[in-house]
């Protein structure tokens, strides 16, 4: 068979950047091709970003296209192989180590800037040692911080080099509606171009890295093709937003502070995640129309805001027979846009306790100023589940102690916060499916949680590549 390319990959985030890097490195000759459903990253803007108003584009400027979500993400490169995924089920603790400091070496490569936060090991440790008195556990990792807008230009240069100086194509606004077998091999993918016919696309070597905002479409291809999966946990929650002054003395260290907290009444795990100090509330949307809450910041003072936000996650392992976590996750969101008129909600922690909706009046008297501004006053506990809220307020209790004020009534929750990376693919250990030559790999095959771990997968399916080469 006469093929088009070498490699196709779906999805232009880190997982398929780094595949595509790692492979020009291992064979300049290799010819690939990049599809996204969304845009080049110099055609990716987002108007909410300077108007607090959601225009919901169709595809999502923050979520689709060329670097993925981390395109206007916070940029935060965790340097630990015990954070940001599941990596170490498939290599050993020194080889994900390896394989994280190569990966940081090539964003250093192309701009990132070299401040690390975390490494003050006694601060850390101090820390550490305060908070396990509440039974709260601080995960310790480097975090490379990139800031909002250098990961966009870091990204950006990642694209112009691959384009300008290999053999990789990139399609933006493609959809891949089938992932082609033949004899048990991967020999191509059915892509539909906006504004074009349907078109098959061959290939020896298929790489998946859909992201988060393509799992739920990752789950269904596999059960086409017979790829087992099983059920990651569901992570829900909320984006607890506070003055800075409540979260100086833990992100001046460690910029991040990632807190596990087993909560008192249901024992369900609630973690920190994706902290920003000084940052900003965002909304993203995904598939069908969802919205959903997130947070960024920048790394120029001069754009840093009052504020500090981060996601307070609840984690939930569902078993059989349910086998939906990923719609799940959608039906709660999908409640929260249907109270709201299609935004994000946003109520504040006193109202929550006393039980009563937070209304624009209520807001206006909030001395924590919310940073996104088109969020619209609820009452969360008519979206969350019991458990839940009860977790999450029971969270907010004990980071009091190490956070004090953190658990005031002016402290703002938005919801929801919801990561699609529910279901994991089944692949070996260079992540490759029982299908030849077809690799599932990123946040969006449920592997990965966040940028530098999603980096990894690809560097990895790339040499394998190259080995069979």
Same mark, same amino acid.
């Given at each position: 068979?006469?093929?088009?390319?070498?490699?196709?990959?779906?999805?232009?985030?880190?997982?398929?950047?780094?595949?595509?890097?790692?492979?020009?490195?291992?064979?300049?000759?290799?010819?690939?091709?990049?599809?996204?459903?969304?845009?080049?990253?110099?055609?990716?803007?987002?108007?909410?970003?300077?108007?607090?108003?959601?225009?919901?584009?169709?595809?999502?400027?923050?979520?689709?296209?060329?670097?993925?979500?981390?395109?206007?993400?916070?940029?935060?490169?965790?340097?630990?192989?015990?954070?940001?995924?599941?990596?170490?089920?498939?290599?050993?603790?020194?080889?994900?180590?390896?394989?994280?400091?190569?990966?940081?070496?090539?964003?250093?490569?192309? %701009?990132? &800037?070299?401040? +690390?936060?975390?490494?003050?090991?006694?601060?850390?440790?101090?820390?550490? /040692? @305060? *908070?396990?008195?509440?039974?709260?556990?601080?995960?310790?990792?480097?975090?490379?911080?990139?800031?909002?807008?250098?990961?966009?230009?870091?990204?950006?240069?990642?694209?112009?080099?691959?384009?300008?100086?290999?053999?990789?194509?990139?399609?933006?606004?493609?959809?891949?509606?089938?992932?082609?077998?033949?004899?048990?091999?991967?020999?191509?993918?059915?892509?539909?171009?906006?504004?074009?016919?349907?078109?098959?696309?061959?290939?020896?070597?298929?790489?998946?890295?859909?992201?988060?905002?393509?799992?739920?479409?990752?789950?269904?291809?596999?059960?086409?093709?017979?790829?087992?999966?099983?059920?990651?946990?569901?992570?829900? %929650?909320? &984006?607890?937003? +506070?003055?800075?002054?409540?979260?100086?003395?833990?992100?001046?260290?460690? /910029? @991040? *502070?990632?807190?596990?907290?087993?909560?008192?009444?249901?024992?369900?795990?609630?973690?920190?995640?994706?902290?920003?100090?000084?940052?900003?509330?965002?909304?993203?949307?995904?598939?069908?129309?969802?919205?959903?809450?997130?947070?960024?910041?920048?790394?120029?003072?001069?754009?840093?805001?009052?504020?500090?936000?981060?996601?307070?996650?609840?984690?939930?392992?569902?078993?059989?027979?349910?086998?939906?976590?990923?719609?799940?996750?959608?039906?709660?969101?999908?409640?929260?846009?249907?109270?709201?008129?299609?935004?994000?909600?946003?109520?504040?922690?006193?109202?929550?306790?006393?039980?009563?909706?937070?209304?624009?009046?209520?807001?206006?008297?909030?001395?924590?100023?919310?940073?996104?501004?088109?969020?619209?006053?609820?009452?969360?506990?008519?979206?969350?589940?019991?458990?839940?809220?009860?977790?999450?307020?029971?969270?907010?209790?004990?980071?009091?102690?190490?956070?004090?004020?953190?658990?005031?009534?002016?402290?703002?929750?938005?919801?929801?916060?919801?990561?699609?990376?529910?279901?994991?693919?089944?692949?070996?250990?260079?992540?490759?499916?029982?299908?030849?030559?077809?690799?599932?790999?990123?946040?969006?095959?449920?592997?990965?949680?966040?940028?530098?771990?999603?980096?990894?997968?690809?560097?990895?399916?790339?040499?394998?590549?190259?080995?069979?080469?």
């Amino acid at each position: 068979m006469k093929y088009c390319y070498d490699v196709v990959v779906v999805g232009a985030g880190p997982a398929g950047i780094f595949t595509a890097l790692e492979l020009t490195k291992i064979n300049q000759n290799l010819k690939i091709l990049i599809v996204d459903k969304g845009r080049t990253i110099e055609k990716r803007t987002c108007l909410a970003r300077q108007t607090g108003v959601c225009l919901n584009c169709n595809p999502c400027s923050i979520t689709s296209g060329w670097s993925g979500a981390g395109a206007f993400s916070d940029g935060k490169l965790s340097k630990s192989p015990l954070v940001g995924g599941r990596i170490t089920e498939y290599m050993s603790d020194s080889q994900a180590q390896e394989l994280i400091d190569y990966a940081d070496s090539i964003y250093l490569q192309f %701009g990132a &800037r070299d401040v +690390v936060h975390g490494l003050n090991s006694k601060r850390v440790d101090d820390i550490a /040692y @305060e *908070a396990s008195k509440y039974s709260i556990q601080l995960i310790p990792c480097p975090v490379r911080h990139l800031g909002t807008e250098h990961a966009f230009e870091v990204l950006k240069a990642m694209y112009l080099y691959l384009i300008a100086n290999t053999n990789t194509e990139f399609r933006e606004l493609t959809n891949v509606t089938d992932i082609l077998v033949e004899d048990g091999q991967a020999v191509g993918v059915m892509i539909q171009t906006k504004g074009k016919e349907p078109e098959r696309i061959s290939c020896r070597y298929v790489v998946v890295a859909p992201g988060r905002g393509g799992a739920d479409w990752l789950a269904k291809e596999c059960a086409k093709l017979g790829i087992k999966t099983e059920n990651n946990e569901v992570d829900i %929650g909320v &984006r607890v937003e +506070v003055p800075n002054s409540i979260m100086d003395h833990l992100t001046k260290d460690l /910029y @991040e *502070a990632k807190l596990v907290y087993y909560s008192d009444t249901f024992d369900n795990r609630v973690r920190s995640f994706c902290m920003n100090p000084g940052g900003v509330v965002s909304e993203e949307h995904y598939d069908g129309g969802i919205a959903v809450v997130n947070g960024h910041s920048y790394a120029d003072d001069k754009l840093k805001t009052q504020n500090t936000n981060f996601a307070l996650l609840v984690s939930t392992r569902f078993t059989e027979p349910f086998n939906q976590p990923i719609e799940y996750g959608r039906y709660i969101a999908r409640l929260a846009n249907m109270l709201t008129g299609g935004g994000v909600m946003v109520q504040r922690l006193g109202d929550l306790l006393k039980g009563r909706r937070t209304d624009y009046d209520r807001l206006k008297k909030s001395t924590t100023i919310p940073t996104l501004k088109n969020a619209v006053p609820g009452d969360l506990s008519y979206v969350l589940p019991q458990r839940y809220l009860t977790s999450i307020t029971e969270t907010l209790r004990a980071f009091d102690h190490i956070a004090p004020g953190i658990y005031a009534r002016n402290t703002l929750l938005y919801g929801v916060e919801v990561k699609f990376y529910s279901s994991k693919t089944k692949v070996n250990n260079k992540f490759e499916t029982h299908i030849a030559n077809l690799y599932t790999i990123g946040d969006g095959a449920g592997i990965t949680r966040g940028l530098m771990q999603a980096s990894v997968t690809g560097i990895v399916v790339a040499r394998d590549i190259g080995v069979k080469e």
